[in-house]
């Protein structure tokens, strides 16, 4: 009968050395600009042209395709192409951290050392709060949704943590992201492999680059093919694939507005900078429907504060085609389980209304924001036994 279970002992440097030996096949990735140390590169605007085309199915196979059974990962140049929105929620982010500091909250960071970077947990939700019209226009963004789409399908939770690398930060420890990248090797070879293997495809993580961010900067250190090693959720601690890390991980220099998306069973780590000014990077963290996310995130809240701004922009005929969806989908709890069916019956189909859907509907009725936020607390409501 084949294993299922594994621990340490089992780990196969070999193994993983072929995997990371590969490389990237250029044929593969029609619709990419550039392939770089492995790095499979494509131009933003060529992805937003091909949204909403017979094409993006095949654009979105080939994405799927890099972070599976590619090189882990890809980069997005231009991703963001509005910089003043990007420079906006720099701002944002910038008086959080200043206000944060001021309170006696401590914020612990999982790889760094203290001093040496500024961290903002939630830094979706507190860029809701702080200034929605900012949140707005830095998260109507169809190449994000149709990125996440491509790894995790719909009805994707999106999560946002600030990372502010300081002059002389000092690289992070390779390792792997969530889930299982936050367990100790004992908790994880209780887990059979398959589910190690699954889980990589509940997340999908991404950075997009705040400041300019040459090779001098640290960004991000990757081992492309890393994540095809089906252990390597027990093998990142180790030192021999450590010290192959050191060796054998890339990086690629971002310009403000470019993101890169990767598999979180990727190998990386991020790099020391040795430049004079702050790295600044809003790290994305984008969790399938069917996992649960790392952070919690009070989107009934942010979508009260969200509304208004879309419907100021419906009142004024300004609401873009695919806006409330691009928006929505990082702000609204858009999948209808878990609930209660007892009184959250489904209206449509099999499933009951999303918070996605009301707000739509109500936008399309052009809903005052009260009676969409009453209507809003009243679907909640029904959704607790
Ligand atoms: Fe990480």
Not at 323 to 346: C, H, K, M, Q, W
């Amino acid at each position: 009968m084949q294993r299922h279970f594994y621990n340490t002992d089992d780990l196969d440097f070999v193994e993983f050395v072929a995997l990371c030996s590969n490389s990237v096949n250029q044929q593969d990735y029609t619709f990419s600009s550039d392939i770089q140390k492995n790095v499979v590169i494509y131009d933003g605007e060529k992805i937003r042209s091909v949204i909403g085309t017979p094409q993006a199915t095949k654009l979105k196979t080939e994405l799927h395709h890099c972070l599976k059974d590619g090189p882990g990962l890809f980069a997005v140049r231009q991703a963001f192409p509005d910089l003043k929105a990007v420079d906006r929620a720099t701002e944002v982010f910038l008086d959080i951290i200043t206000q944060e500091k001021k309170s006696a909250e401590h914020h612990g960071d999982h790889f760094a050392k203290p001093g040496e970077n500024e961290r903002i947990w939630n830094a979706l939700q507190k860029l809701c709060e702080r200034d929605a019209e900012a949140f707005a226009a830095y998260y109507d963004n169809p190449v994000l949704c149709f990125v996440s789409e491509a790894w995790l399908g719909p009805f994707f939770q999106m999560t946002a943590q600030v990372n502010i690398v300081k002059p002389g930060g000092k690289a992070q420890q390779p390792h792997r992201d969530y889930h299982l990248g936050f367990q100790e090797n004992e908790v994880v070879s209780e887990f059979p492999v398959t589910a190690q293997i699954l889980s990589q495809f509940l997340t999908l993580q991404g950075a997009v680059a705040h400041t300019e961010m040459k090779i001098e900067s640290g960004p991000t250190m990757f081992l492309p093919f890393s994540q095809q090693y089906p252990l390597g959720y027990m093998a990142w601690r180790d030192t021999k694939f450590i010290k192959y890390f050191e060796k054998n991980s890339v990086q690629i220099s971002m310009k403000k507005g470019d993101a890169v998306f990767l598999s979180p069973a990727l190998f990386h780590a991020g790099g020391t900078n040795t430049e004079k000014t702050d790295r600044i990077a809003n790290l994305l963290q984008i969790s399938s429907a069917f996992g649960k996310a790392m952070e919690s995130v009070d989107r009934v809240k942010m979508t009260k504060l969200i509304y208004p701004v879309l419907f100021e922009k419906k009142k004024r005929n300004q609401l873009g085609e695919n806006e409330v969806r691009t928006i929505g989908a990082s702000v609204t709890d858009s999948y209808s389980f878990p609930t209660n069916l007892d009184t959250d019956s489904p209206t449509e189909g099999s499933v009951p209304e999303t918070a996605q859907s009301l707000m739509e509907r109500a936008l399309n009725k052009k809903w005052p924001v009260e009676k969409f936020c009453l209507k809003l607390d009243e679907a909640v409501k029904r959704r607790i036994p």
